[in-house]
């Protein structure tokens, strides 16, 4: 079994700050990518930030330069930091992870059940 696991969610003042954490467990050889997903009511779900096995990033144009994703490895965890928050932030917020549950398994994608983040005006 495989778990993924959101935290850090709640309600903030627009221009505050949260720091959401992801936790994976359970059978994992190895973890690949791992990243940020968000979804508002009545959107699709959107990329927000990805972070690959050796730490390179890519973020959405709208929360370049605010929000930050970083990794620990050793943790199975991956962070997202953000900063400058706006009323448009506020959505659910999806970690996924590409896991490999064995040396010799295809890696699949485990998503969390997501947070929520909601910025008032």
């Given at each position: 079994?495989?778990?993924?696991?959101?935290?850090?969610?709640?309600?903030?003042?627009?221009?505050?700050?949260?720091?959401?954490?992801?936790?994976?467990?359970?059978?994992?050889?190895?973890?690949?990518?791992?990243?940020?997903y968000r979804q508002a009511p009545g959107n699709q779900r959107e990329l927000v930030a990805l972070i690959t096995s050796f730490g390179s990033t890519n973020y959405a144009d709208s929360v370049k330069g605010r929000f930050t994703i970083t990794r620990d490895s050793a943790k199975n965890t991956v962070y997202l930091q953000m900063n400058s928050l706006k009323p448009e932030d506020t959505a659910v917020y999806y970690c996924n992870a590409q896991i490999k549950r064995t040396s010799t398994s295809n890696s699949l994608m485990y998503w969390g059940r997501g947070t929520q983040v909601t910025v008032s005006s």
């Open positions: 079994q495989v778990q993924v696991v959101e935290s850090g969610g709640g309600l903030v003042q627009a221009g505050g700050s949260l720091r959401l954490s992801c936790a994976a467990s359970g059978s994992i050889f190895s973890i690949n990518g791992m990243g940020w």
